[in-house]
């Protein structure tokens, strides 16, 4: 027999954009009495985000539709995006409260999240964990030996593990975790809304492109997201430097961060002409951004999902993306619904952006494609996944051990 509606607790830093519509969705189903437990306030109200550098205030709702509350956190430093940034022990008498049937807990990389592992264990509660990570941030070295022997351990604990895509349930495979009790619980944004806005501005694209002063005839090239090394965003300027008037268009970066004054004086020092930048825009400005686009552009050294990606696609966009971006394998087929190219070269990122504008509706066949992908990766699989761990782990309560690899 099936427990219903299953008690689960969510245990994460702090309020986030991407994560309050799948709350929402876990609070509107009959199946799960839903509890988040956050670590911070953090980007509640006003603040300053690290990676852009800029003061906002997210302009969509974080907290609404689904219960939850903030955990005294005791930080000399508070800070979600540091380990000690986040401590928080009374995560023990908020899972001591309640007969919660598993906890879910947001990654390892806050000592709250360890503090949660803890009590999950003291109290005998099934522990669901979802983290980003993949096998593309394995490290060397003594650190890296020292965490796979943290993780090692930790994992052996774990009853289910939620997957946000294919390499993340491969990292979870290299420490031996069994696959039965790994299950895909999709990276996804709100699809409704993005695919709400990209019907409403279908007819708009040229009053949005002169709005910004871009050419509407044009194809526009486009990138979104924080202006940092990891990201890369000076080797799609290099591209664009590349490609000259062969074949014309516009490239548009829409975003901030430390890298913005050089990307300028890259642009002004190249005498590059038909760049824009449009600077950081909100969530809800952001549907306009893509609208506005042609095809989508994210060349990150390391990424371990990227969400635009998600986002592009729900404008039926094509994308060219580095083979370091986590969500390629999942939702970019290289010559299906983009291009796929090795993180650093610029010139086979030149020959994408060559072929992507040059190559007879081509655009147009990735774009649907993109949509196409993008309409079976979203939060409605997202809390499937969810759901069939909660079943695993009632009807399997052996399954806090893991059988791990012979160390040999």
């Keep these: 027999m099936k427990h219903r509606p299953y008690r689960l607790a969510v245990l994460t830093s702090h309020p986030i954009q991407y994560q309050a519509p799948l709350f929402r969705a876990l609070a509107q189903t009959s199946e799960v009495d839903l509890d988040v437990l956050f670590c911070s306030q953090g980007s509640v109200g006003l603040h300053v985000d690290e990676g852009f550098g800029v003061e906002f205030a997210w302009d969509v709702p974080l907290l609404a539709g689904y219960r939850h509350s903030f955990l005294k956190n005791v930080s000399p430093r508070p800070n979600p995006s540091r380990f000690f940034g986040c401590v928080n022990p009374q995560i023990f008498r908020a899972l001591a409260a309640d007969r919660y049937d598993a906890v879910w807990v947001n990654g390892w990389g806050l000592a709250s999240c360890w503090l949660g592992f803890i009590a999950a264990h003291r109290y005998g509660i099934p522990l669901l964990l979802r983290g980003e990570t993949n096998v593309l941030s394995e490290r060397g070295g003594l650190k890296g030996g020292a965490r796979h022997f943290l993780l090692e351990r930790l994992f052996g604990h774990v009853s289910a593990f939620l997957a946000v895509g294919g390499r993340n349930a491969d990292f979870y495979a290299a420490y031996g975790t069994l696959s039965e009790k790994v299950f895909l619980a999709p990276y996804a944004v709100d699809n409704d809304f993005f695919f709400t806005r990209s019907g409403s501005l279908a007819n708009d694209r040229i009053s949005l492109r002169e709005r910004e002063g871009i050419s509407p005839d044009l194809p526009v090239i486009l990138y979104c997201g924080k202006f940092s090394d990891v990201k890369r965003p000076l080797d799609l300027l290099e591209a664009f ?87 390629v394998p999942d939702l970019v087929h290289d010559g299906v619904n983009g291009f796929v190219f090795p993180a650093g070269n610029v010139e086979l990122l030149t020959d994408c952006l060559r072929r992507v504008l040059l190559v007879e509706g081509i655009r147009r066949r990735m774009g649907t494609q993109s949509r196409a992908i993008i309409e079976h990766w979203g939060i409605n699989e997202t809390v499937r996944g969810i759901l069939q761990a909660l079943d695993y782990t009632t009807a399997c309560p052996a399954s806090v051990t893991t059988v791990k690899q012979s160390a040999g």
């Design 241 to 327: 430097q590349y490609l000259g008037d062969d074949p014309m268009a516009s490239l548009v970066f829409v975003g901030d961060g430390r890298l913005r004054g050089e990307m300028q004086r890259y642009v002004v020092e190249h005498g590059l002409r038909r760049v824009h930048f449009l600077g950081f825009r909100n969530q809800t400005e952001l549907p306009a951004c893509y609208a506005l686009a042609d095809v989508f552009v994210l060349p990150s050294g390391f990424e371990p999902w990227g969400l635009v990606v998600n986002e592009a696609m729900c404008f039926a966009l094509p994308v060219i993306a580095s083979d370091k971006v986590g969500a």
